[in-house]
């Protein structure tokens, strides 16, 4: 039996001392037993994801962590936009990040946010969701606030085309052009949604009560930064092995998707501070007998981080070590776990930063070395040393003998 691989991926974990906190990380002023545990049994260093200095996206971070280098296959921002608003992107399809605006009769644009819209973009995309133009099928979803997502399936579909949106206000909405031969229908298709989006949304009742309100309508979608999803090969083809994922976000299960891995609903992990972390490591344990690898992000420390509340942020890192202390008390012989996070999302930057992220690597006949605690500190001073995102997956895959010897 090969053994198997157990990646557990706290999303923004990783911080910088905190002053309030008497300059200690508030994964430092976690009570963290069982993280502790892994630490000192374990292997320890630190990871950049892409690169050093380089702030990485959950997207990007974790087509990293299974062993892709976003630097070839992330081509824009569209197909991963659309995972996150929980679309089903398949390879091929190309999709654009768009704004909701505010245009005149003239199409000129008076409000590239649509008055910074909150309500009712759920009812506007509905009404231009699902079109067919030129044997091309196109679907739009609502982002949060003001922001949407607008893809297009068909075979031979080209990204390489303008903005629909020129990131400036009072000039008239541009028409999309084609930037190679490829990418006219692309281009074609583009300009008639737009074109369709005002002609639906002008007299939505949405934007009827809007204007009597004294609002802006959101009367136009204005798209932009179209990439496309590219074939990514399954775990089988790469590495004969069979995948399981577990996360909360929209983004993330696409992104597990899209590599060939089955996502496995859990009652309770909602990708929210109020996730059930137990019942996402409970899962876990119960999907690894029936995998090779097991995938868990748990998103909750990354939203204390964009919030810049090292408080909750520090209780958050308690409840993960609590849920970890289910794997301690139980943990599988013939599995090795990854610990770590995609990114960090330092309380005081409110954002992703490029700060190497805590990793510790657990299971039999691991060079166990002197770091006794799990934190972005300690790690440092680990037998990993310091590894590139893309690394731990190969390195995994050694521990559990499925590399191949390069040389005789
Ligand atoms: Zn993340
Ligand atoms: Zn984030």
Not at 346 to 358: A, F, I, L, R, S
Request: aromatic content about 6%; hydrophobic content about 40%.
């Amino acid at each position: 039996m090969v053994d198997k691989i157990l990646m557990v991926i706290c999303d923004g974990l990783g911080d910088r001392p905190v002053e309030a906190l008497g300059h200690k990380t508030p994964l430092q002023s976690a009570f963290r037993p069982h993280l502790n545990n892994f630490a000192m049994g374990g292997a320890c260093g630190i990871m950049d994801l892409i690169a050093p200095g380089i702030r990485p996206g959950s997207d990007t971070a974790h087509l990293a962590l299974f062993g892709f280098d976003p630097y070839k296959v992330y081509t824009g921002r569209g197909p991963f936009e659309a995972m996150g608003v929980g679309m089903e992107v398949r390879p091929g399809d190309v999709a654009l990040r768009c704004n909701f605006a505010s245009v005149d009769d003239k199409l000129s644009i008076v409000d590239r946010r649509a008055g910074r819209i909150k309500e009712g973009t759920a009812e506007l995309a509905k009404a231009l969701d699902g079109w067919e133009y030129e044997g091309v099928k196109v679907y739009f979803k609502e982002g949060t606030e003001h922001r949407g997502v607008l893809l297009l399936r068909a075979p031979g579909l080209s990204p390489a085309i303008s903005d629909g949106d020129p990131h400036e206000e009072g000039r008239k909405v541009p028409l999309v052009e084609p930037r190679a031969p490829d990418a006219a229908l692309t281009a074609r298709v583009v300009n008639a949604f737009v074109s369709r989006s005002h002609a639906i949304l002008k007299d939505h009742p949405v934007n009827r009560q809007r204007v009597a309100a004294g609002l802006r309508p959101a009367n136009i979608i204005l798209p932009r930064g179209a990439g496309i999803m590219p074939h990514l090969p399954s775990w089988k083809d790469r590495f004969g092995m069979k995948a399981a994922a577990i996360a909360g976000v929209a983004l993330v299960k696409g992104i597990c998707r899209v590599t060939g891995m089955e996502v496995l609903e859990v009652k309770g992990a909602t990708g929210g501070l109020d996730t059930d972390m137990n019942a996402k490591v409970e899962a876990a344990m119960k999907a690894l007998r029936d995998n090779d690898l097991v995938f868990v992000n748990i998103k909750a420390a990354d939203l204390c981080g964009h919030d810049g509340d090292h408080k909750t942020k520090t209780a958050v890192a308690a409840r993960i070590d609590k849920a970890m202390g289910l794997l301690w008390k139980d943990f599988p012989e013939d599995t090795y776990l990854a610990l770590a996070a995609d990114h960090s999302t330092p309380c005081c930057v409110k954002d992703h930063t490029g700060d190497p992220v805590p990793l510790a690597i657990f299971g039999r006949g691991v060079r166990t070395d002197d770091v006794k605690t799990y934190d972005e500190i300690a790690c440092a001073r680990g037998g990993l040393g310091r590894l590139r995102g893309t690394d731990l997956l190969q390195v995994m895959l050694d521990l559990t003998e499925r590399t191949e010897k390069f040389g005789a």
